[in-house]
């Protein structure tokens, strides 16, 4: 069946430094994929999406590209904030799917 | 920016006892859906709904949840006869199309506290 895999956190990062969460996927034909965020307290927001191959996602800052040939969508950052500490999900939805599967989340820790 | 909105942002409940949560999406979509997410672990899916009927659900939606659109606005999770293990934070969301390629718009969840 359709799955996501997203490396397991904590992620604990300096002010500043290059971001790197990897996420791969299983799934039959074309899903999209997306990253949502999750800051303390708070619900799920869209971050990015991408829906084909070699698609760029983009928002913020981060950025993510669609790999078919990997079936992968590893989210990047260049330079990142006390402020984007928060739990980062990867997700796919299957093409004329209804719902969403999400990677397990890996939280991402900021230092100033 | 639209939001969805889901009330109450907490609810504590016997076990045993029935619980409504409450979603009001962002009104020209089309698409409604539920997940919970059990403290620490992976968002699940629930159920999506469109055209005032489950278009899809998942093994957990069973015969203890329903859901419904009791009018043009509001979307509802009814929880029959409540357990422990159905403590969760639970999340409505909506889409204008159907899952992909736009993505949902999620509320900030419901966090159920069963005890």
């Known amino acids: 069946g359709n799955s996501v895999t997203q490396m397991e956190g904590p992620v604990t990062l300096s002010e500043e430094a290059f971001l790197t969460i990897n996420c791969t996927y299983t799934?039959?034909?074309?899903?999209?994929l997306f990253w949502y965020v999750q800051y303390p307290g708070e619900g799920l927001q869209l971050l990015l999406k991408?829906?084909?191959?070699?698609d760029k996602g983009s928002n913020k800052g981060f950025e993510a590209t669609y790999r078919k040939e990997t079936t992968s969508f590893h989210l990047e950052k260049g330079s990142v904030q006390v402020s984007d500490s928060a739990v980062y999900f990867c997700?796919?939805?299957?093409?004329?799917?209804?719902?969403?599967?999400f990677g397990a989340g890996t939280r991402l820790f900021v230092k100033a | 920016e639209p939001e969805v909105t889901q009330t109450p942002s907490h609810q504590v409940t016997q076990m045993g006892q029935e619980v409504i949560l409450r979603c009001v999406p962002i009104?020209?979509?089309?698409?409604f859906y539920w997940y919970r997410q059990i403290l620490g672990q992976k968002v699940e899916f629930l159920v999506s709904?469109?055209?005032?009927?489950?278009?899809?659900k998942s093994e957990i939606f069973d015969d203890q949840f329903s859901v419904e659109r009791p009018d043009g606005s509001n979307f509802t999770l009814k929880i029959r006869s409540t357990k422990l293990e159905d403590s969760a934070m639970y999340f409505c969301?909506?889409?204008?199309?159907?899952?992909?390629?736009?993505?949902?718009?999620f509320g900030s969840g419901t966090r159920l506290t069963v005890v």
């Open positions: 969301a909506s889409s204008y199309l159907s899952g992909g390629p736009g993505g949902y718009t």
């Open positions: 991408a829906t084909k191959a070699d």
């Open positions: 709904f469109y055209n005032n009927e489950i278009s899809e």
């Open positions: 009104s020209n979509h089309l698409y």
């Open positions: 997700a796919l939805v299957q093409t004329g799917g209804f719902k969403t599967i």
């Open positions: 799934a039959t034909g074309y899903p999209s």
